[in-house]
């Protein structure tokens, strides 16, 4: 495939991801800015720990502190995302805030992801949009809200998804 061919295949990825992007977080955000906060058990168990812990809330060894999250120190804990740089960014808002924050986030992340592994398989931009707001929409991704840590895979599954797809492609050039 030619250079400009692939340009002209990814040159509106923007204008479906905005708008799914959008609708994505205007249809998640809406419950959020009226006072209501997304909760599950390993959501509050792991995300909403570790939010406590960066904020100091609890006791000095949050981190290390085996009765919290999982039964074992959230500092080992990949679920406890820890060393997350949005879990740390978010960590100036109330923690119950924070930790419905970013699970609306990688929502939001995963509209734009989902538009993108549209885009490598060629689909107009309307099916992309289309597939930007059904994704983060769908029972699968919906049901990750309960499991907090989880919910970054509505983002990851689609950006890697296409972006080994492109990698495919360029390795046949």
Do not use: K
Not at 38 to 58: E, K, M, S, V, W
Not at 137 to 149: R, S
């Amino acid at each position: 495939m030619s250079t400009s061919t692939a340009s002209r295949r990814y040159r509106w990825l923007g204008a479906p991801a905005t708008g799914a992007t959008l609708i994505v977080g205007l249809l998640l955000g809406a419950p959020l800015a009226l006072g209501s906060r997304f909760l599950g058990l390993d959501h509050t168990r792991n995300l909403l720990t570790t939010l406590c812990a960066h904020q100091g809330i609890g006791s000095e060894g949050a981190l290390l502190d085996e009765a919290l999250g999982g039964g074992g120190p959230l500092l080992e804990d990949p679920l406890g995302l820890v060393f997350s740089p949005v879990a740390r960014a978010l960590a100036v808002l109330a923690p119950e805030s924070a930790a419905s924050v970013f699970t609306w986030l990688w929502f939001v992340l995963g509209a734009a992801a989902a538009t993108y592994l549209g885009g490598s398989f060629g689909l107009s931009r309307r099916a992309r949009l289309a597939l930007g707001v059904a994704w983060p929409l769908c029972g699968t991704a919906l049901d990750l809200i309960l499991h907090g840590p989880y919910v970054v895979d509505v983002a990851l599954v689609p950006l890697v998804w296409g972006g080994l797809r492109q990698l495919r492609r360029a390795a046949r050039v």
